[in-house]
């Protein structure tokens, strides 16, 4: 089964890092990737992370759906994997899987980067000697695809959690879903927090200096970032990390323009994965933890790992209370 990551581009300078042979008239893709006989595409919409908010929702879907059908019919592809803002645009992938004219199979790819997330998290804390049971985390997005799978798995492990989203009534709905210690607020109250998890569809950053204690652990698995390269030059004290990549196999080569080298997205990890296995099945809205299960468990089959802990890309290790990228 052929995979196509469908993503869009997240502000005016990424279009500079798109290779020019990619840009056609409706929709930007690459050349036919072959991942150990898997055959797939690398393809994005035209439009930025602010106008994805911004426009009228159904013109953007639309936008969506022409350069869905386009990889169905002009490129043989079976499986889609929804990036970035057009997973939310598209209601997780829901809205997408009700348009009949696509016959093929959709995945948001937030299963596996959640448990990627939370595998982040635990190694950030056992990095700076930190007990998760006496530390308190903060989600933000906490009613998200990936900010409600991270606080199913992670509340219970924490002495205590804050849950917080933009609307009262999916945060009532997502207290009879998880287990121990936690509140739910609309505000940005992070500031109580030892460790914060930030799943936002926001189109900027998001996260303030004054938003952070001292020494916080932030795991951004926002795109764009929640938490800007800028903040964390002024705040050494803050433990920024990449929330959403993983390591692959080195004879595989993905062409992401901005992609660290040797890196990929978890959520592209887990569509190529998906493809790999010839799996024929949506796994789109909320994240079934049975499903992340299984693709942590791809993950070790195929060798799509959390090797390491990094920071807009590059390696990170605690040194004498400073987060130092190498």
């Known amino acids: 089964m052929k995979f196509a990551i469908l993503g869009h581009l997240l502000d005016e300078k990424n279009i500079k890092e798109i290779p020019k042979e990619w840009i056609h008239e409706k929709i930007m893709f690459s050349s036919e990737l072959d991942i150990n006989g898997t055959k797939g595409y690398m393809t994005s919409i035209k439009l930025m992370a602010n106008q994805m908010m911004m426009l009228n929702r ?6 969506i759906l022409d350069a869905v059908l386009f990889v169905q019919d002009e490129l043989d592809v079976g499986l889609i ?13 829901v809205w997408l899987t009700e348009q009949k004219e696509y016959k093929g199979y959709v995945t948001h790819g937030d299963s596996y980067t959640a ?16 007990n998760i049971s006496e530390q308190t985390i903060a989600v933000v997005g ?3 695809i990936i900010g409600e799978a991270v606080s199913k798995i992670l509340v219970p492990e924490f002495k205590h959690s804050i849950l917080i989203g933009r609307r009262e009534e999916p945060l009532k709905k997502l207290k009879e879903e998880v287990e121990g210690s936690f509140e739910t607020t609309t505000e940005l109250r992070t500031i109580d927090a030892d460790v914060v998890v930030t799943a936002t569809s ?6 303030k200096s004054e938003h952070l204690k001292k020494n916080a652990i ?14 964390c030059q002024k705040r050494p004290d803050v433990f920024r990390v990449d929330g959403g990549y993983v390591s692959f196999p080195e004879e595989y080569a993905f062409p992401i323009p901005g992609m660290p080298k040797g890196k990929i997205f978890a959520c592209i990890a887990e569509a190529v994965m998906q493809a790999m296995e010839n799996e024929h099945e949506n796994h789109v809205g909320s994240i079934d933890l049975d499903h992340l299960h299984k693709t942590e468990k791809w993950a070790e089959k195929y060798g799509y790992m959390l090797n390491e802990l990094t920071n807009f890309g590059k390696p990170i290790k605690y040194v004498g209370g400073v987060n130092n990228s190498s």
Do not use: I, M, W
Not at 115 to 130: G, H, N, S, Y
Not at 218 to 231: E, I, K, R, T
């Open 218 to 231: 932030v795991v951004d698995v926002s795109q764009p970032p929640n938490l800007s390269f800028d903040v």
């Open 115 to 130: 448990a990627v997330t939370c595998q982040a998290v635990r190694k950030a804390l056992e990095l700076r000697d930190k």
């Open 142 to 144: 906490a009613y998200g």
């Open 202 to 207: 926001h189109p900027t950053a998001l996260l």
């Open 58 to 63: 159904e013109s953007v879907r639309r936008v």
């Open 81 to 93: 994997q929804l990036g970035g803002l057009t997973t939310s645009v598209t209601s997780g992938g």
